[in-house]
């Protein structure tokens, strides 16, 4: 298993964390995404790793695409997401427990992305509306420059199914019934959650209240008018 970049000289944690929310918003409101049900996994260094740095095998489908986002950008960057393989959260606790040994399949749900000098150094002041328009960008881009023809190397044109990366889309919500609402409708077709997050606040590897989860079992939901 090859080392990780940053863990000789790295923060307590690899990724920014969220806190739990408790109904309160930032002033105008808060961009809102799905919690999707997998496995919290970040690209850098050519290598997709959990948020506790073990290496993610078969996913060279994911790497193969990312490393081409890199080129077409001509920089390194790092990309946090959630990783889910083929039949949900109890099949990619499965796959990532069978190392770099698992077969190839899953997709990378993204919601983040930034240099990889600012994820190295732990700094990172961009804010997240930012950022996350940046991502829409990159992978709008690759997807314009792929020829459709060329296969990647060992395939033979046989690439796993389902996409290899995806950008969860956020809402807009300004009110606490809003998200309620949301949350509500996720649950319904048995989703995990929300996560709420301030469209200000930049990038540190810790546990922060800028970003904050809502899941059915977490505060108790309120009836709002």
């Not at 991502?135 to 190397?153: E, F, H, K, M, N």
Request: net charge neutral; aromatic share 8%; charged share 30%.
């Amino acid at each position: 298993m090859t080392p990780h970049p940053a863990l000789s000289r790295r923060p307590r944690e690899l990724v920014a964390l969220a806190g739990e929310w408790r109904g309160s918003l930032p002033d105008g409101g808060a961009m809102v995404e799905e919690k999707k049900d997998g496995v919290r996994a970040h690209y850098i260094g050519g290598t997709l790793r959990t948020r506790e740095g073990i290496e993610i095998g078969g996913a060279g489908h994911i790497l193969h695409r990312l490393a081409g986002i890199e080129r077409v950008y001509g920089r390194p960057l790092m990309f946090d997401g959630e990783f889910i393989a083929p039949g949900g959260y109890l099949a990619t606790l499965r796959h990532i427990g069978q190392g770099l040994r698992a077969p190839e399949g899953g997709t990378l749900h993204l919601f983040d992305c930034l240099h990889a000098y600012e994820w190295q150094t732990n700094d990172c002041d961009r804010p997240l509306y930012e950022r996350k328009a940046m991502l829409s960008s990159l992978v709008r881009i690759q997807s314009d420059s792929d020829d459709g023809w060329t296969w990647r190397a060992g395939t033979y044109g046989k690439e796993p199914d389902g996409p290899p990366v995806a950008i969860i889309p956020d809402t807009w919500c300004a009110t606490q019934a809003e998200v309620e609402q949301m949350a509500s409708e996720i649950w319904a077709r048995e989703g995990e959650g929300v996560m709420l997050k301030d469209a200000e606040s930049v990038y540190r590897r810790e546990r922060s209240n800028a970003w904050r989860k809502y899941k059915r079992n977490g505060w108790a939901t309120r009836k709002v008018a």
